[in-house]
């Protein structure tokens, strides 16, 4: 369940980074942005009491959970494989867990005033460690948005480390002459978006020798692909893949893992491994036949079902070599300590 510890540290991180940065503006004395300040002195004084008065923290959650969680599940399981009552069950199975861990991470970070990511071990606190949350900082302060008894704040922030912008927008009620409270945050899929982009980056910088390890050693010549007939229900069909390669290996070949990547008509990616048998066979200039089901719930195999595969929409990439000894050469899937 990643993300999940990430939406209430980077709430609170954020409150915390950017309501320093209006002590020196004119407008101070805005009230919204003076009651954002008193939200930054709870932080700094561990006043946990007057800090979940001034936000409420359980609105705040649940507006992430439906942004943050609706945005992961559609990515997971994909609009076209469920209904959307299927998709709103895994969401409220879901929705607990998110708010009990983010709540948890709240409190400590208000008694604390840090976030402790050294245990790695969990897969959440690496992916908050390779996040370089703390590295977030203010770019640019949207003057408040008032209308009566409510406002709203935009503020822009930079990550330093990983190279990416995103904007979140707090909405403030007011609740007596001098004083707003948060009641809610959106634009956290804006730096779900930005800090996906990066990583993906990231990983590819770190992969690109590796990369061109494989490359010497499984040369991808060209392929060809044609959607052929399925199951005898006429119900899925296949992708036939012939793939020319030279393979010039120093030691004997056990296996070559690969994925191919169809590039879908909305522009998302549809990945699916395959791996070919190299064992005890020939090496030099050869062609392989990849077979791919095409399975007509999943978006980007059912727009090439429909509409067949356009040259830049289909891409192999070749992933890890194994030899016959046990050892591999392989790409790093996610980023290493």
């Known amino acids: 369940m990643k993300y999940f510890m ?8 954020l409150i915390g980074v950017g309501i320093g940065a209006y002590r020196s503006l ?14 930054q002195d709870t ?36 609009a076209t494989a469920y209904s959307m009552q299927e998709l709103a069950n895994i969401f409220e199975q879901r929705k607990p867990e998110f708010t009990s861990i983010t709540k948890k991470a709240v409190d400590d970070y208000i008694s604390t005033g840090k976030v402790n990511l050294s245990n790695t071990s969990s897969p959440t606190l690496k992916w908050l460690k390779d996040s370089e949350i703390n590295s977030c900082v203010i770019k ?30 707090f909405a403030l009620e007011k ?31 770190l992969n690109a020798p590796v990369r061109n390890e494989i490359k010497d050693i ?20 296949t992708l036939k893949i012939d793939l020319k390669a030279d393979v010039k290996p120093e030691k004997p070949l056990s296996k070559i893992v690969g ?9 998302d990616e549809g990945i699916t491994p395959f791996e070919i048998d190299m064992a005890y066979k020939p090496t030099g200039l050869q062609t392989f036949t990849i ?20 040259r830049n929409d289909l891409h192999i990439e070749i992933t890890e070599i194994i030899y016959m000894d046990g050892t591999n050469l392989k790409q790093f899937e996610e980023i290493p300590e």
């Open 259 to 267: 994925r191919i990547i169809i590039v879908g008509r909305n522009g």
């Open 140 to 169: 640019q302060i949207s003057k408040p948005v008032i209308k009566e008894n409510s406002a709203t704040c935009k503020i822009e922030f930079y990550n330093q480390s990983l190279l990416f912008s995103f904007e979140l927008e």
């Open 43 to 78: 932080i700094d004084q561990r006043d946990a009491e007057n800090f979940y008065r001034l936000v409420d923290i359980d609105k705040v959650l649940d507006d992430a959970a439906k942004e943050i969680l609706s945005a992961k599940i559609n990515a997971e399981f994909g």
């Open 291 to 310: 077979n791919k089901t095409l399975n007509p719930f999943v978006q980007q195999d059912a727009d090439a079902m429909k509409h067949g595969l356009r």
């Open 175 to 205: 609740i007596d002459k001098n004083q707003w409270r948060i009641i809610g945050a959106t634009g956290f899929e804006n730096y779900l978006a930005g800090l996906n982009r990066a990583l993906k980056k990231k990983l590819e910088r």
């Open 26 to 39: 004119q407008d101070l004395q805005n009230l919204p942005i003076k009651s954002m300040k008193n939200i």
């Open 218 to 237: 499984f040369i991808i010549k060209g392929f060809s692909a044609k959607v052929v007939e399925g199951d005898e229900y006429g119900f899925s069909k």
């Open 6 to 13: 990430l939406i209430t540290i980077l709430l609170v991180l």
